[in-house]
């Protein structure tokens, strides 16, 4: 959508006025023979540069009459003039932030917004420029100082929409990434509902409200970027966020779903450890030996002294000695022992130990 302003510049004629012929001495010595500030208005009207429109056409207007066909005529080209200046600053201010180049917008925008504010779009284009420069508290101040205007002129802002959303977004994701929940959670709402296919507004928006401990719409705006699956770098964060989520919900058929999934997503990634401890709690729960073996057995070796990781010895130790796999029974359930420190299966394990050193290894406990 163009951003361009309509301003209509109707072409002046530039007026032959007749000025009373200037009386003087013929003996007035040549220093005291001036131009005549008709003239010089005149002058620059037809060459056209409006900066000296202004300065010479201007200070006529305080010495005619507002009845003064002459006054209407300067009146008329300074007019003209200031418009024209201000539709090529507009001019500058938006095509060099359509450029990136961000030094003349910084100083083209703030120019045209002192003498037309009405131009609010100039703040979005100083918010990008702030951006490109890396100032994003000023960014941020821009881009709000945008929306609040285009609140205030909403015949304008219907002409805006794609620009109001973007520069929403872009503060609502700047709050998050500064931690400001408390603004980032209500534009983030505005986002995603919005635009319901904006994954990276759910992410953030879900984020934000696990801070906050509100596990339930959390739960709800992960599951809305799952059903999306988009190719963000987010994604398996979300799936192991919201899989830990149903875990501690109890809704282990939903959380075993997402927590593999993350594990298709990153195997060897930040939160795989983790993630093969509930998963292998979610298998001992449905009997599950080989799913606990390979689960409970991944998060041992990544992290032997877990608090989980006595359960874990002790639960692949018992399918082990089961499987009469005498080996890695005891070394499972050596591990227990050096953590059991008075767990009531000790005694368990220690008659285990003895029939495994003496050669009995059978099964069935």
């Known amino acids: 959508m163009s951003l361009r302003s309509n301003i209509g510049l109707p072409l002046l004629l530039v007026a032959t006025l007749a000025f009373p012929a200037?009386?003087?001495?013929?003996?007035?010595?040549?220093?005291?023979?001036?131009?005549?500030p008709g003239e010089v208005c005149e002058a620059a009207i037809e060459s056209q540069?409006?900066?000296?429109?202004?300065?010479?056409?201007?200070?006529?207007?305080s010495t005619h009459d507002e009845s003064d066909p002459a006054y209407e005529f300067y009146k008329?080209?300074?007019?003209?003039?200031?418009?024209?200046?201000?539709?090529?600053?507009?001019?500058?201010?938006?095509?060099?932030?359509?450029?990136?180049?961000w030094d003349t917008t910084l100083t083209a925008c703030p120019a045209i917004l002192e003498v037309a504010p009405d131009f609010f779009v100039a703040h979005l284009f100083l918010g990008f420029a702030h951006q490109g420069t890396g100032n994003q508290e000023?960014?941020?101040?821009?881009?709000?100082?945008?929306?609040?205007?285009?609140?205030?002129?909403?015949?304008?802002?219907?002409?805006?929409?794609?620009?109001?959303?973007?520069?929403?977004?872009?503060?609502?994701?700047?709050?998050?990434?500064?931690?400001?929940?408390?603004?980032?959670?209500?534009?983030?709402?505005?986002?995603?509902?919005?635009?319901?296919?904006?994954?990276?507004?759910h992410f953030r928006l879900g984020y934000a409200l696990l801070q906050e401990d509100d596990d339930a719409a959390a739960e709800e705006s992960f599951a809305a970027v799952i059903a999306l699956n988009p190719d963000i770098p987010q994604l398996p964060q979300v799936l192991f966020l919201a899989g830990q989520l149903a875990y501690n919900a109890q809704e282990?058929?939903?959380?075993?779903?997402?927590?593999?999934?993350?594990?298709?997503?990153?195997?060897?990634?930040?939160?795989?450890?983790?993630?093969?401890?509930?998963?292998?709690?979610?298998?001992?729960?449905?009997?599950?030996?080989?799913?606990?073996?390979?689960?409970?057995?991944?998060?041992?070796?990544?992290?032997?002294?877990?608090?989980?990781?006595?359960d874990a010895n002790y639960s692949l130790g018992v399918i082990a000695f089961n499987r009469a796999q005498c080996n890695t029974a005891l070394r499972y359930f050596q591990a227990f022992m050096r953590l059991a420190r008075g767990d009531s299966r000790a005694a368990d394990v220690e008659d285990m130990i003895l029939d495994i050193e003496d050669g009995v290894c059978e099964g069935g406990f």
Do not use: K
């Open 22 to 36: 200037l009386a003087l001495s013929a003996a007035a010595p040549p220093a005291l023979l001036q131009e005549d």
């Open 49 to 61: 540069v409006w900066e000296d429109v202004i300065a010479a056409c201007e200070p006529l207007l």
């Open 76 to 101: 008329e080209n300074v007019d003209y003039a200031h418009t024209t200046i201000n539709y090529q600053n507009q001019q500058q201010c938006m095509e060099s932030a359509q450029a990136g180049a």
């Open 138 to 201: 000023q960014a941020i101040g821009s881009f709000q100082e945008f929306l609040s205007a285009a609140d205030a002129n909403p015949e304008m802002a219907a002409q805006l929409g794609e620009q109001i959303a973007m520069a929403r977004r872009t503060v609502a994701i700047a709050r998050s990434e500064m931690g400001d929940r408390a603004a980032a959670i209500p534009l983030l709402r505005q986002v995603a509902e919005a635009d319901p296919s904006d994954a990276e507004a």
């Open 252 to 310: 282990f058929d939903s959380a075993a779903e997402r927590l593999n999934r993350y594990l298709e997503a990153e195997p060897e990634g930040q939160y795989a450890t983790e993630v093969h401890w509930m998963l292998g709690f979610i298998a001992g729960r449905s009997t599950d030996e080989n799913g606990m073996m390979r689960h409970y057995g991944a998060a041992l070796q990544a992290d032997p002294n877990n608090p989980n990781a006595r």
